[in-house]
């Protein structure tokens, strides 16, 4: 049974849409706040957020850019708001769909479903395991291993970025390849994929992050040099 955080003001609506998927079989949870909506998330995992942009403290928008750093949940806008401005706002914000209301029962449990169908075959596409060098990623667990029996744990997207780059090893990876294998059709600006980059080379080689195997290539990209060891990631760097 997926389990259905709604995460809006109008409590009214918020449980006529309740009332809509709980007869359709859903588990649900209503939230009435943005800074509800990430702890619930947090601690409670989930399947689907129904969000409207529109919230007390903290927008609709916000909060949808603030799961995404930590998660790729499905996410639908549901609002009043329906011009196109607002539409691009919430699909750029990283949501996977944006319905106006008024809608009706069977368009709302519809579309969920093929959110739903969308993200569960993303998910089962991914590989248990990838490995590069020292180095060995569980895209599922979002956890790199080194040979010397150091972990890292990684964020959804920090995992995924670094998934793409290791499958690709010694190739070079165009930014736009991996803002829309991120992202999706709705890319975020390549400022953001750069900050995330440089947090995965804090995170993986803290003592020596200038010179990752993940080498910028300006212009162009990104290429993951494959070390035999950690101990060659200096001189990956030194080399380049």
């Given at each position: ?27 649900v ?25 529109h ?13 995404r ?14 011009t ?68 890292v ?88």
């Amino acid at each position: 049974m997926p389990h259905v955080l709604i995460a809006e003001e109008n409590v009214i609506s918020a449980k006529l849409t309740a009332f809509i998927l709980t007869d359709a079989g859903y588990k649900v949870s209503i939230v009435t706040n943005g800074y509800s909506a990430i702890e619930t998330i947090a601690r409670d995992a989930p399947d689907l957020l129904l969000l409207d942009t529109h919230l007390p403290a903290l927008s609709g928008f916000d909060v949808c850019q603030e799961v995404r750093r930590t998660t790729y949940m499905p996410i639908i806008f549901l609002s009043s708001a329906g011009t196109l401005a607002d539409r691009v706002q919430g699909l750029s914000s990283g949501a996977d769909d944006y319905i106006v209301k008024p809608f009706s029962s069977s368009e709302l449990l519809a579309r969920i479903a093929a959110v739903l169908r969308r993200y569960d075959s993303v998910q089962k596409q991914q590989p248990s395991t990838l490995a590069r060098g020292p180095m060995l990623l569980d895209p599922v667990k979002r956890l790199v291993s080194f040979n010397n029996d150091r972990t890292v744990d990684l964020t959804p997207i920090e995992a995924q970025i670094l998934y793409i780059l290791m499958m690709y090893a010694g190739q070079v990876v165009s930014d736009r390849t991996l803002l829309q294998s991120v992202w999706g059709q709705n890319p975020k600006g390549r400022n953001l994929l750069t900050v995330y980059v440089y947090r995965l080379r804090m995170k993986l080689w803290p003592a020596h992050p200038e010179s990752a195997p993940i080498v910028t290539l300006r212009g162009q990209g990104y290429m993951f040099i494959e070390p035999a060891s950690e101990g060659q990631i200096r001189e990956v760097g030194e080399s380049r």
